[in-house]
């Protein structure tokens, strides 16, 4: 399972060479970097990105991470800085979709005070210490949570329960007359349009996760390549994990899409 980290510094200095540590780390074959980026916070309190993060669906987590940063810390001012910069999409549901919670970033707020910056990314490590020591030696203070996307999760407990609300207006209406027949017809074409759009998102998101799984382990495969004997163990198990994790979660998609299928059919 891969890691958020954002590491706080007290200077723009040290953290480009927090940043610059991170990647020779990755380079060194001590971790992965999937993605990463650095923001900064104003003598005025806003928070803004200073180092974009990668581009493409490994870099699509620590984008909503980085965005929620820039709205959340930065205050209402960062909130406008975030949305202009097209880095902040949603904030509170960013958060629940990558399994954050409200207290990692009081914890990393407490810390990102006005002229300060910060190292975001989001890793894979073997150990914890050579990250800790490292970013310790700069005077950064680090921050880590462990990444839990739970949005195919929620899309099929959605469609379980507009499935259910579908099924039941559908004898609803089978029975209704006259007036109530035309008020319950609008409503079921409101849940076949939501079920409808479901379906959708349903495959979009398999779509993500399986473009986000190949590129991390693309990435994995090239540290596996260059890492130690003990190292490649760990990241080969990781490797493991991340693709098993991968077809569990869209099995579950493709299941909870069939439903709609059948749902939705005359």
Do not use: C
């Amino acid at each position: 399972m891969s890691k958020f980290v954002v590491v706080v510094f007290k200077d723009e200095k040290s953290a480009y060479e927090g940043s610059r540590a991170l990647r020779d780390m990755h380079d060194d074959g001590n971790l992965v970097v999937y993605a990463g980026a650095v923001i900064s916070k104003d003598a005025n309190g806003v928070v803004q990105l200073e180092d974009a993060v990668d581009e493409g669906p490994v870099g699509m987590a620590t984008g909503m991470l980085v965005g929620t940063l820039i709205g959340m810390l930065g205050g209402p001012a960062g909130m406008v800085v975030g949305a202009a910069a097209g880095t902040l999409a949603g904030s509170i549901s960013d958060l629940y979709n990558v399994g954050i919670d409200g207290q990692f970033l009081d914890d990393i707020g407490e810390v990102m005070l006005p002229g300060r910056f910060a190292v975001v990314g989001e890793v894979a490590e073997v150990w914890t210490a050579p990250l800790d020591t490292r970013m310790e030696e700069l005077g950064g203070v680090v921050f880590r949570r462990y990444r839990m996307d739970v949005e195919d999760d929620q899309i099929e407990r959605d469609i379980q329960a507009t499935t259910q609300e579908l099924d039941e207006l559908d004898a609803e209406y089978n029975q209704a007359v006259d007036e109530a027949r035309e008020k319950l017809q609008f409503k079921v074409e409101a849940a076949r349009e939501k079920l409808q759009a479901l379906k959708e998102k349903a495959g979009e998101k398999a779509f993500s996760l399986k473009a986000e799984a190949e590129a991390k382990v693309d990435k994995l495969d090239k540290q596996i390549a260059k890492a130690s004997a003990d190292s490649r163990a760990k990241f080969e198990k990781q490797r493991q994990q991340l693709e098993a994790d991968y077809k569990q979660r869209v099995t579950k998609l493709k299941q909870a899409a069939s439903l709609t299928s059948e749902a939705l059919s005359p």
